[in-house]
């Protein structure tokens, strides 16, 4: 997927859990901060990497836990729209394996999970990146862009920021 800087961009998915009820998860550049209830979560998607071909991972598990209690089943919808260009669309067992870094200067650091599969992955010579999306990149994000400083050096002495997502947004007061 390549998204240009700055162009308007929104993912809905549709899942459903181990009891049958099926919720949303809206990522979309229209929020700024995570809005959810019991069957819907809106989540701002900045922290996307723009202006660079790059393979999306999100791992439904994790995102999951938003809703608290709830097991996810399965993706029953999957939508795309804004001004973007796609190449692909494949579903993995495990997670991306990605690599970040924020700073050129600072060596990059790996999570642990699946490699792309050869035949999905591009093609020598095109410049590309890896994006994990999960709890920990949200809080990383909300972390960074709420102006809270009390909040935010709660969370940092609290520890939540390996915490959940939901633990990150009660701290600061956002959502449900």
Not at 33 to 54: C, E, L, Q, S
Not at 133 to 155: F, W
Request: aromatic share 12%.
């Amino acid at each position: 997927m390549f998204l240009p800087p700055g162009a308007p961009f929104a993912i809905e998915m549709i899942v459903t859990d181990t009891n049958k009820n099926k919720r949303r998860l809206n990522f979309t550049s229209n929020v700024k901060t995570v809005d959810k209830n019991y069957f819907h979560a809106k989540i701002p998607v900045d922290y996307f990497k723009r202006g660079i071909w790059m393979n999306m991972s999100f791992d439904l598990l994790n995102l999951f836990e938003l809703f608290k209690g709830q097991t996810f089943r399965s993706l029953d919808g999957f939508t795309i729209s804004g001004i973007f260009k796609l190449r692909k669309i494949f579903t993995m067992k495990n997670p991306l394996n990605c690599i970040s870094s924020d700073d050129e200067f600072e060596s990059p650091t790996f999570t642990e999970g699946q490699l792309v599969p050869k035949t999905q992955n591009f093609q020598a010579g095109i410049s590309y990146t890896n994006q994990l999306i999960n709890q920990e990149v949200i809080s990383k994000y909300l972390i960074d862009n709420t102006d809270n400083p009390e909040a935010n050096a709660l969370i940092e002495e609290s520890g939540a920021f390996t915490g959940s997502l939901n633990d990150i947004m009660k701290i600061k007061g956002i959502g449900a």
